[in-house]
Structure formats: C-alpha cells, structure tokens
C-alpha cells in the first residue's frame, strides 16, 4: 500500500490530508483548508485528480485544516462517504458553512477589484452548495469499534483530547494476506486540559503518523495557567474593568466558560456578566452541550452535581450585531469573549478599538498569535496600534496566558507514542514547523531508538 501526504507536511502546517492507497482501494484521511498566507492558499486545490478513486473520506476531526477542501471534492462530483464521530460531523457543518460563507466574501471584495480593473470576476474556492453536499455525505462513526470504510479496509476511530468529537485513526488494512495496521495520530490535545477526555493512544501499527506541532517544547502546566487567569480576573472585578479574550469560536471559548463556571461555583469571584460575542461559538456551546458522554470524569461529576446553567446566570450569548454593539455601554466588570482569535478580524476588533485606550481593560490572549497580526503586536507590547486606519493608544494590560493550548506538549506527544513504540512501528512525523518536527525525531531517537521520516508535501510512503 501507498500512502502519499497531501498537506501538513514539509513547511505547512495546515492542510492536511493523507491518500491511502491499496490494492483494492483507496481513501482519503482528512481534507484540510491551507491557511496562513497567499502562498499556502495557493495549494488550496482537490487533494486527488479526477481520474483517482476515492471510495471513502475518513475525518480526524472537524477543524478547518482538517476539513476544508471537503466542498471541492463535491465540487467535482465526489459522492463517497465520509465517515467521522456524531460530534465531528455536527462541527463539520458548522465549520464548513462558515467557510463556504467566508469565500464567498472573499471572492466579492477580489471581484470588485478585478471588476475595476477591467478583468474578468473569479469564483470563489467553493459555493455554499458544494459545503452543503459535502455535509450530506458525513456518515456517523462509533468510537472504538472497527467500521468497513472501503474493499479490504476497516477502520477505528479513538479518543485524541483535542476538540470536542477529535479522534486519531487507525486503518486495518488486509494486503498479502495479512493485517497491516497504520495510525494517523490526528491532532492530540494536552492530557491535563479539562472538559474533555484525555486521549487514548493505539497500541499496534506497522505505520504510524504523528503530529508535531509542539514537538519542541511544552506548554506551561494547566493549573498554573488557570490561577493566572483566575488572578486576573479578581483584579479586573476589583477594578470594575473589562476582559477582552480574543477567542476562536470552538475549543478555548467552551473552556473558558467553563473555567467560569468553575470559579463561580468555588466562589472564587462573584458572578458578573459574561458575553459570548461569537454565533459560531453559541453553535459550538450548544454543540458540546449535547454531547455531554465526551466530558471527563472531573466536567460529568461537576454538571451532575448542578447544572452548568446555574452557575453561569451572568453568561449572554449575543448572536446579533446590535446585542454585540450594546455591550459597548456595560460598565465593568464584564469579560468578552469574541473572535477572530488572532484579533485580524470579527467582533473583537471593535471591542479592542473602543476600549485599548482605557486603563482599566485587560486583554486576555490564549492563544497563538501569527506575525502581522494586530494581537501579535499586542502581545510584543505595542503602544500604539492601527485599527481602521485610527491610532488607538494601548493603555490596557495585556496578559498572554500560554497554558491553555488545544494541542499536545513535547512530553504528551511522547507520551502517546510510548504505547506503540514496543511494536516499533515505523514513525512518520507531519504537521508540525521543521524545527519542531526535527527535535520530536531527536526525541524518538534518543528514547526509542527509531528513526523518524520527516516527509516533504507529496511524499509518498509504502508499506
Ligand atoms: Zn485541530
């Protein structure tokens, strides 16, 4: 069998994508969306040419760079199935509509340029129809139980604590007359990190593929992270100030709300108001609220003692643009939650534009803040910043809280690799950036005594 690497490797980071190969078969793992730049959205093409089989799509999960190119197989014409966890899929629709919406915003403002220029208008990378195909074909997956997914190959999906329905993969493939086992590691999250369950790592493969994104270094311990956040929150209630926690829709902004209701119950703060400024983030709330079974031990034991709802009498969902706009006249203390997370666009944008300047806002960034980006900048400690073109003076503390990472430290990524390595499966090393990939190999040399591939973007492996 072949398996030749699509996306998230050799420089990307994003876009993932694997094509399995098999005598009798073939499947695609993941189909993600390059992001981050003009160069890598220039990949963003169908992972496969139309004369190759594809006979079923299997999902890891249902973040972006793992799922959207989905609409441009549809696009095409592909009718195979795509199998993933009932959670996955319901974040899968979610995510890809507000993709397809995104292209089509994109494409407008490209098209009004081209337009003025004299040339012809584009279209966009895909169309709400296409995302909307793509939905209909997601097919629901137990966790644990091997499932037929194409001729000769079954399929196991597994726990990987990283968002909310996340699995890693393992295929069963029968070639030559035996079983041959990879594993595609999927993105794994931090063991320690609560509401979701740890991950539960495969213990047999010939193959496997394992993510490196952190695979340099570890995140600052959880509960270290949450005293800080704990502590900043009590000075802004002291204060009467206002949070602002640029936040991506699905993961981090459910955990905070939980860290909150987790403070309010232990009475660690008084309960003041609360915005979930976000609709995508009440369509990803309501999303984790039905699917309680995937909590850990520490969130079931928690709602079951009250219900979070009691706790979070303060939280308002603001889905609309007016409600939005009015939590501009709340006085402190209240915390916002709004994305987009790197603070390039949304909501949070205005937010931070009326209230950098007063020195009684915090802005709370948890999360990765790329280059050129105006959280970046923030986070670097600008005393002056762009936003619409106006000068906004930043006299609001900016704290950067790194614990709270959707993905696995160094030590996790070992950690879950320690399950199979007895079977010394060969190891293949994928989205991560080169420094970091290079020393997780380091890593896996130094205790295993296995030699990682650290393949380029269209790579092919066989096995
Ligand atoms: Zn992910």
Not at 376 to 404: D, W, Y
Request: net charge positive.
């Amino acid at each position: 069998m072949k398996i030749k690497i699509l996306g998230a490797s050799g420089g990307e980071v994003t876009g993932s994508a694997y094509y399995v190969q098999t005598r009798d078969a073939a499947v695609l793992v993941d189909c993600g969306l390059f992001q981050g730049g003009r160069q890598s959205e220039a990949l963003n093409k169908p992972p496969t040419t139309p004369k190759q089989r594809i006979d079923a799509v299997l999902l890891t999960h249902g973040h972006l760079d793992h799922t959207g190119r989905l609409p441009l197989l549809a696009k095409r014409g592909h009718t195979a199935p795509i199998f993933a966890t009932q959670a996955t899929i319901e974040m899968t629709a979610l995510i890809l509509r507000d993709s397809a919406k995104i292209q089509a915003g994109d494409a407008e403002r490209r098209n009004r340029k081209l337009l003025r220029a004299g040339k012809e208008p584009e279209e966009p990378l895909y169309s709400p129809e296409d995302a909307e195909t793509s939905i209909s074909l997601l097919r629901p997956v137990p966790y644990q139980k091997p499932v037929n997914v194409a001729p000769g190959i079954q399929a196991v999906w597994t726990e990987s604590g990283h968002m909310l329905g996340s699995a890693s993969i393992q295929l069963l493939v029968q070639e030559d007359g035996r079983t041959k086992r990879v594993v595609f590691s999927g993105d794994l999250g931090p063991r320690t990190a609560p509401i979701l369950k740890e991950y539960e790592p495969f213990r047999e493969a010939d193959l496997v593929f394992l993510e490196s994104t952190y695979g340099d270094r570890d995140h600052r311990p959880f509960k270290e992270t949450v005293d800080e956040f704990v502590s900043i929150v009590q000075q802004c209630v002291k204060e009467r100030g206002k949070i602002l926690v640029p936040t991506f829709a699905i993961g981090r902004a459910q955990l905070l709300t939980g860290l909150l209701a987790m403070m309010f119950r232990k009475k660690l703060a008084a309960p003041f108001p609360i915005f979930l400024d976000s609709p995508m983030a009440i369509e990803a709330t309501n999303i984790y609220s039905n699917h309680r079974e995937l909590f850990d031990e520490e969130m079931t034991k928690f709602i079951s003692e009250r219900p979070l709802k009691d706790d979070l009498k303060t939280l308002r969902m603001t889905a609309t643009g007016d409600e939005s706009r009015e939590i501009n006249t709340v006085p402190g203390p209240c915390l916002v939650m709004a994305g987009a997370g790197m603070c390039n666009a949304g909501r949070i944008v205005h937010h931070l534009k009326n209230n950098l300047w007063k020195p009684g806002t915090h802005v709370v960034i948890v999360g990765f803040q790329s280059h050129g980006s105006l959280g970046r900048r923030l986070v670097e400690g600008a005393e002056e910043v762009k936003i619409f073109g106006e000068p906004i003076a930043v006299r609001a503390q900016v704290h950067t809280l790194g614990g709270f990472s959707a993905h696995a430290g160094q030590t996790d990524l070992l950690h879950w690799f320690s399950a199979l390595a007895p079977k010394r499966p060969r190891v293949v090393l994928t989205h991560g950036e080169d420094a970091a990939r290079a020393e997780l190999a380091k890593q896996i040399q130094k205790r295993y005594k296995l030699k990682s591939t650290l393949p380029a973007l269209g790579d092919t492996i066989e096995l």
